[in-house]
């Protein structure tokens, strides 16, 4: 048996211009964990949001959509 644990990989988006007002996030545990970690990209080490796919789909969703 393997025992596997997942880490996450943590990435901004493209479109951030560095102006220090990011968040990160890791998709790479929606499958394992059913889950899309968020964290405040100037706070590395601070709290981690979990938000199931649907929800972080729907925020990314509205973003793209112009809803603030």
Do not use: H, Q
């Amino acid at each position: 048996m393997t025992t596997r644990t997942d880490s996450p990989r943590w990435f901004t988006s493209s479109y951030s211009n560095n102006g220090g007002n990011c968040i990160e996030v890791a998709t790479n545990l929606i499958a394992s964990r059913g889950v899309v970690p968020v964290r405040d990209s100037k706070n590395p080490g601070g709290p981690v949001l979990d938000f199931a796919p649907g929800a972080f789909a729907a925020f990314v969703a509205g973003v793209k959509g112009g809803l603030r």
